[in-house]
């Protein structure tokens, strides 16, 4: 069997609240939608078709291929159906291997036993077919396989992201609660900001909004970013085809935007480190950064976003502190953001009742565990056209 050129079912996996983003981005990039999940949506291609997925989806986490899927009713019974798998056509000689598994099933207690059954079953078949067991570990850098096992059904696939997508590579400098980037391309992707208008972010802390702006605005694949995935560890790929595939990729991005990309923090340090991530994601030339309070940010004619994360409060007297900055935001928002779209991230809304602003979308986001919320706030006059930003799409959550 040619592994690469065989149509199977693939899964993309992301952060609950996010898959209608990824849903959209499958589309745009031509592949079905099969069926969609709360964090994960299925689709259907080649081991090929996942170099592509992995090396432009904004806001998925993980490009997972399927391998084989069959019951099994108790941990001896998935190691069998896992041994009859030809794993000697799959993964090269000598390479590293990682097992990883979801499992909801009455027959274990510990996902991680079927971690471990299904680790023996492929390293003892490549000991039977090579006459030497490979590495194995917990590291993702190479070969991850992947269980599901739910119940009686199980699923086997290959990983093909190996390290989460999230992890783009240009965050050196992380700084205090990072956003993550893929939950950080999907705000982004919620104003409806593409490039041809401004947008602005105020507490810009280590600059992941306004960098993920950037690739947006330009069109730049976030996978360009990252040398390492996980398909690039399996027997079979072929070093010409993905170079050319990447040239393909960065050949369609652009070079200019339409609007201006500003980034401002209070903190010397934050804007330093917003600005030498921008330089390791080569989208510095595109971003303006400036040391400021939020409220005296530069807000240039033309409209677009304005886009905040404020702290949410984990402690009660944090939670006082930051009312007066959730009023001064809405004090912002009014005074000198006219002609924009206003958005808050924040994971505390009784904070955010203090904004004094009537919210015109509530969109649902998950931060980790942490329910939150991207609130939008109208405050331009005219049309959206007129001020650069689209319109919001049918695909976009409106409640919540």
Same mark, same amino acid.
């Given at each position: 069997?040619?592994?690469?050129?065989?149509?199977?079912?693939?899964?993309?996996?992301?952060?609950?609240?996010?898959?209608?983003?990824?849903?959209?981005?499958?589309?745009?990039?031509?592949?079905?939608?099969?069926?969609?999940?709360?964090? !994960?949506?299925?689709?259907?291609?080649?081991?090929?078709?996942?170099?592509?997925?992995?090396?432009?989806?904004?806001?998925?986490?993980?490009? +997972?291929?399927?391998?084989?899927?069959?019951?099994?009713? $108790?941990?001896?019974?998935?190691? *069998?159906?896992?041994?009859?798998?030809?794993?000697?056509?799959?993964?090269?000689?000598?390479?590293?291997?990682?097992?990883?598994?979801?499992?909801?099933?009455?027959?274990?207690?510990?996902?991680?036993?079927?971690? +471990?059954?299904?680790?023996?079953?492929?390293?003892?078949?490549?000991?039977?077919?090579?006459?030497?067991?490979?590495?194995?570990?917990?590291?993702?850098?190479?070969?991850?396989? !992947?269980?599901?096992?739910?119940?009686?059904?199980?699923?086997?696939?290959?990983?093909?992201?190996?390290?989460?997508?999230?992890?783009?590579?240009?965050?050196?400098?992380?700084?205090?609660?990072?956003?993550?980037?893929?939950?950080?391309?999907?705000?982004?992707?919620?104003?409806?900001?593409?490039?041809?208008?401004?947008?602005?972010?105020?507490?810009?802390?280590?600059?992941?909004?306004?960098?993920?702006?950037? +690739?947006?605005?330009?069109?730049?694949?976030?996978?360009?970013?990252?040398?390492?995935?996980?398909?690039? !560890?399996?027997?079979?790929?072929?070093?010409?085809?993905?170079?050319?595939?990447?040239?393909?990729? *960065?050949?369609?991005?652009? $070079?200019?935007?339409?609007?201006?990309?500003?980034?401002?923090?209070?903190?010397?340090?934050?804007?330093?480190?917003?600005?030498?991530?921008?330089?390791?994601?080569?989208?510095?030339?595109?971003?303006?950064?400036?040391?400021?309070?939020?409220?005296?940010?530069?807000?240039?004619?033309?409209?677009?976003?304005?886009?905040?994360?404020?702290?949410?409060?984990? *402690?009660?007297?944090?939670?006082?502190?930051?009312?007066?900055?959730?009023?001064?935001?809405?004090?912002?928002?009014?005074?000198?953001?006219?002609?924009? *779209?206003?958005?808050?991230?924040?994971? $505390?809304?009784?904070?955010?009742? !203090?904004?004094?602003?009537?919210?015109?979308?509530?969109?649902?986001?998950?931060?980790?565990?942490?329910?939150?919320?991207?609130?939008?706030?109208?405050?331009?006059?005219?049309?959206?056209?007129?001020?650069?930003?689209?319109?919001?799409?049918?695909?976009?959550?409106?409640?919540?």
């Amino acid at each position: 069997m040619s592994w690469w050129k065989t149509k199977k079912r693939i899964v993309v996996t992301c952060a609950r609240g996010i898959s209608s983003f990824v849903v959209k981005e499958l589309r745009d990039l031509g592949f079905p939608v099969v069926s969609e999940g709360m964090a !994960h949506i299925e689709t259907e291609g080649t081991l090929e078709d996942t170099m592509r997925l992995n090396l432009c989806l904004r806001t998925a986490q993980r490009v +997972l291929f399927l391998v084989e899927s069959f019951k099994a009713k $108790n941990p001896d019974e998935l190691y *069998r159906r896992v041994s009859r798998i030809g794993w000697e056509d799959l993964l090269p000689d000598g390479e590293y291997l990682c097992v990883t598994s979801s499992v909801e099933t009455p027959s274990i207690q510990d996902s991680r036993f079927a971690n +471990l059954k299904c680790k023996d079953a492929v390293v003892d078949r490549l000991k039977r077919t090579r006459g030497h067991r490979p590495d194995s570990g917990p590291e993702r850098d190479h070969t991850v396989i !992947h269980v599901r096992w739910q119940g009686e059904e199980s699923s086997i696939y290959v990983d093909t992201s190996g390290e989460p997508l999230s992890r783009r590579g240009y965050r050196r400098i992380p700084l205090k609660a990072p956003m993550q980037e893929t939950l950080a391309a999907a705000v982004v992707l919620a104003t409806g900001w593409e490039g041809r208008s401004n947008f602005i972010n105020p507490m810009c802390g280590s600059g992941t909004l306004v960098i993920e702006a950037a +690739l947006i605005g330009l069109g730049r694949a976030p996978g360009l970013l990252r040398s390492n995935f996980g398909f690039l !560890h399996m027997k079979g790929v072929e070093d010409a085809s993905w170079k050319t595939l990447r040239k393909k990729v *960065r050949a369609a991005a652009k $070079n200019e935007l339409g609007g201006r990309i500003i980034a401002t923090d209070i903190s010397d340090r934050a804007v330093e480190a917003a600005r030498k991530n921008a330089v390791t994601a080569g989208v510095d030339r595109w971003i303006e950064f400036k040391t400021s309070p939020f409220a005296e940010t530069l807000i240039p004619d033309g409209g677009g976003a304005v886009v905040l994360n404020p702290e949410y409060g984990e *402690r009660m007297g944090e939670v006082e502190a930051l009312k007066a900055t959730y009023r001064e935001i809405g004090d912002f928002f009014k005074r000198t953001c006219q002609g924009y *779209r206003g958005y808050i991230f924040t994971g $505390n809304l009784d904070l955010a009742k !203090h904004v004094g602003l009537r919210t015109r979308r509530r969109i649902p986001f998950f931060s980790s565990n942490l329910e939150c919320r991207l609130l939008e706030y109208e405050l331009y006059e005219g049309s959206q056209k007129e001020k650069g930003l689209r319109p919001i799409q049918p695909w976009e959550p409106t409640v919540g």
